[in-house]
């Protein structure tokens, strides 16, 4: 990284700053704005975007009340206060955009009461980011319309970003009164407050958004060249740390998700950095970070669909402004992107909006996801994509231990997945409350060990911590073929565990009729245990019969085969839900040894089939 002396020079520098050639965005924005809603590729966010901002005109913006903010203090929830604080993060952004894209004033103002609104918020923060009760927040170092998490750092962005973008429209009393919250809010706790925020030295996404969208505020409306610097410095020094996060293989523990988000805002902001110094400060410029970059094509399954370890759910559109800007700085081939979409996130990150439509390449649109393999090793990730006759079928597979960010006990996992659907899969985030971050988090289905394909052993699930790992025997990664032997037994606190290995073999050659998978576990005991299960988790309804197993999709089915006289099957069906609250049904498959003994083996032949699957 660069030290303070470079940073404030190349700050200071008469050449640093915005020029009508050299724009926050690194684009001629303004010329681009035209060119880019005529394509084909866009038509969805343009009609998107105006839409939104017509129902923002035809509604009245939701208010929040203390009933709600207090909601998480009340009883855990999340939701009830989130859902109206984000919707006027969402009418905001359509209103600016519809703006621009119509090049009217017709909506200028709803939209300047809406700014006044958002400023005349209590704390810019999301309560579940705030100091647990009054007398902590009280005794905080920071008030709370002083305290930046995520969500006020990404709300200066968009307020500052919003006066950038339509200059010369809005009232001058909107624009001085973003720019004074914007000042108490965001650059004076920066600034002059030497107490420092937590995410500032945090290894994970946290670092990277807090810092980067209150950089980019920073970097549209500060004016004195001193004061930024210094801010600016300290900023760095939490993408330093953010990085660190990273190890050599690039991978992001959190999942695609998290690294859209993090990885996103390092990006935005590097990328703007850059420009305002004339290219003297380039934080994008080292191999870590186009290892990083690489990882949504790294964890792809199919279009649009993704490895679902840790806290995400596996479905996502990706901030296609984003990937074309890494893959054009880096060279990099692209997964699958149907183009950039004003609905794709459903916080509405104005960072990831405005880059979706000046950054994404129309031309890099509406490719498949290519066919390969992909090693992670650092995170012990594994995943395999082939096109078999009916379509993609994918596997994916991870070791690890139980200490990432956003952990899961899942040690060990799986993944099967036929033409964008994953028939054996891991359930990805629940719904996040209080508890979910909390001493309970592992009593949810999702975070714990029996929510993935894991067995349970004696009675006992894996456990969290940095000592609950695998290590790697033995791993062999060729085109169409991978060999992963994990030994697992120190993810267990099973006292009479003395041996654990789960090998997988997984074969599918391209134009193959199918994809198959050997799973084989071994155990040893120093005694007898009670009981072991072997666990399989559907979303899909498995199907039973003597000693197989079926689980179908619309794009295909998984089938598995094992010893019928030593494991006997049973299905948990478990109603919960997913990260935004939508209800969903997981079949949790256990195959229940029927003779445990000192000495066990398990052995499962999955066949993968894509096409239809009746």
């Known amino acids: 990284m660069y030290n303070f002396?470079?940073?404030?020079?190349?700050?200071?520098?008469?050449?640093?700053?915005?020029?009508?050639?050299?724009?926050p965005f690194g684009v001629d924005w303004k010329e681009n704005l035209g060119q880019l809603k005529a394509q084909e590729a866009f038509g969805g966010f343009v009609e998107e975007a105006v839409a939104e901002a017509k129902r923002a005109v035809a509604e009245p913006v939701g208010v929040l009340p203390f009933s709600l903010f207090h909601m998480y203090e009340k009883q855990g929830t999340r939701l009830e206060y989130e859902r109206p604080y984000f919707d006027r993060r969402r009418r905001l952004a359509g209103l600016v955009f519809a703006t621009l894209l119509e090049d009217t004033d017709e909506y200028l103002p709803v939209l300047e009461d809406l700014i006044w609104e958002i400023c005349n918020e209590f704390t810019w923060c999301l309560p579940a980011h705030l100091e647990y009760g009054l007398e902590k927040v009280a005794a905080f170092t920071h008030e709370p319309a002083a305290v930046i998490d995520l969500f006020a750092a990404e709300t200066a962005h968009s307020l500052a970003e919003s006066l950038y973008l339509l200059e010369g429209k809005l009232n001058p009393w909107i624009v001085y009164r973003v720019k004074g919250e914007i000042e108490k809010r965001t650059f004076l706790p920066l600034y002059e407050e030497p107490a420092r925020f937590r995410w500032e030295s945090q290894t994970h996404n946290w670092s990277a958004v807090c810092a980067g969208a209150a950089g980019m505020a920073l970097l549209l409306l500060e004016t004195d060249k001193e004061r930024l610097a210094g801010v600016i410095d300290r900023l760095v020094r939490a993408m330093e740390c953010y990085l660190e996060g990273f190890q050599a293989d690039g991978g992001c523990a959190e999942g695609i998700g998290y690294w859209i988000y993090g990885y996103g805002y390092y990006t935005y902001f590097a990328e703007m950095l850059e420009a305002y110094t004339d290219g003297k400060i380039r934080l994008l410029?080292?191999?870590?970070?186009?290892?990083?970059?690489?990882?949504?094509?790294?964890?792809a399954l199919s279009d649009d669909s993704f490895v679902s370890f840790s806290d995400y759910s596996g479905r996502t559109g990706l901030s296609t402004g984003l990937v074309c800007k890494l893959a054009e700085r880096f060279g990099l081939e692209v997964p699958y992107m149907s183009g950039p979409r004003f609905h794709g996130d459903h916080c509405y990150r104005f960072a990831h909006l405005s880059r979706?439509?000046?950054?994404?390449?129309?031309?890099?649109m509406g490719h498949h996801t290519p066919e390969g393999e992909w090693e992670l090793e650092d995170l012990q990730w594994i995943v395999s994509r082939r096109e078999i006759e009916g379509g993609l079928v994918s596997f994916a597979a991870k070791g690890g231990h139980n200490d990432e960010p956003h952990n899961h006990n899942d040690v060990g996992s799986f993944i099967?997945?036929?033409?964008?659907?994953?028939?054996?899969t891991d359930p990805?985030?629940?719904?996040?409350?209080?508890?979910?971050?909390?001493?309970?988090?592992?009593?949810f289905l999702h975070n714990a060990s029996r929510g993935h394909s894991v067995p349970v052993i004696d009675g006992l699930e894996q456990q969290n911590g940095r000592e609950f790992a695998a290590r790697v025997v033995e791993k062999v990664v060729e085109p169409g073929a991978v060999r992963l032997e994990l030994d697992m037994a120190a993810a267990y606190p099973a006292p009479q565990l003395t041996a654990f290995r789960r090998g997988f073999d997984w074969k599918a050659a391209s134009g193959g009729q199918a994809g198959t998978l050997v799973l084989t576990d071994r155990f040893s005991f120093g005694k007898a245990p009670s009981a072991l299960e072997e666990v399989f988790i559907s979303r899909a309804e498995p199907v039973l019969a003597a000693g197989s197993v079926v689980w179908r999709s619309g794009g295909g089915s998984v089938s598995l085969t094992y010893d019928a006289a030593s494991f006997a099957p049973e299905v948990e069906v478990i109603s919960t839900e997913a990260h935004q609250g939508q209800p969903v049904m997981v079949y949790r498959l256990v195959l229940k040894a029927l003779k445990p003994a000192v000495e066990v083996t398990f052995r499962g032949e999955f066949r993968v089939e894509a096409g239809s699957a009746e």
């Open 5 to 23: 002396r470079e940073i404030r020079e190349a700050i200071s520098s008469d050449k640093s700053g915005w020029t009508a050639s050299r724009t």
């Open 285 to 299: 410029d080292n191999e870590k970070c186009r290892r990083i970059a690489e990882f949504p094509l790294a964890t």
């Open 356 to 364: 979706s439509f000046f950054w994404s390449k129309g031309e890099l």
């Open 416 to 424: 099967l997945h036929v033409n964008g659907s994953s028939l054996l």
């Open 428 to 443: 990805g985030a629940g719904v996040y409350t209080k508890e979910y971050f909390g001493p309970k988090r592992y009593t």
